[in-house]
Nanobody, 121 residues
């Protein structure tokens, strides 16, 4: 059906940067909203940022000014540029997308498997 595959996670020092990518593949007719979510150890999954198909963005207050979400519609890919990383940014980052697999099917929500980010103090 549809797969979302994240990449770009890793270990970084506080103050450093990472760029996460998420590529959607499979039976895709169109993709509406895409987003990134963060799950810190022992915590619930929380919104980081979302982006609509036409590029409108929304950010959690905790990342405003530090993170930028973008997408390449031709590649069905969404990115998250994270700067000035803090130890509290540690956790798994999950990609999310609303995908229509054919017309006139409704959009269905999909999740990736996550990519791990560790920020060392």
């Amino acid at each position: 059906q549809v797969q979302l595959v994240e990449s770009g996670g890793g270990l970084v020092q506080a103050g450093g940067s990472l760029r996460l990518s998420c590529a959607a593949s499979g039976n895709i007719f169109s993709i509406n909203d895409m987003g990134w979510y963060h799950q810190a150890p022992g915590n619930q999954r929380e919104l980081v940022a979302t982006i609509t198909r036409d590029g409108s963005t929304n950010y959690a207050d905790s990342v405003k000014g530090r993170c930028t979400i973008s997408r390449d519609n031709a590649k069905n890919t969404v990115y998250l540029q994270m700067n000035s990383l803090k130890p509290e940014d540690t956790g798994n980052y999950y990609c999310n997308a609303d995908v229509r697999t054919s017309w006139p099917q409704f959009y269905r929500n999909y999740w990736g498997q996550g990519t791990r980010v560790t920020v060392a103090s």
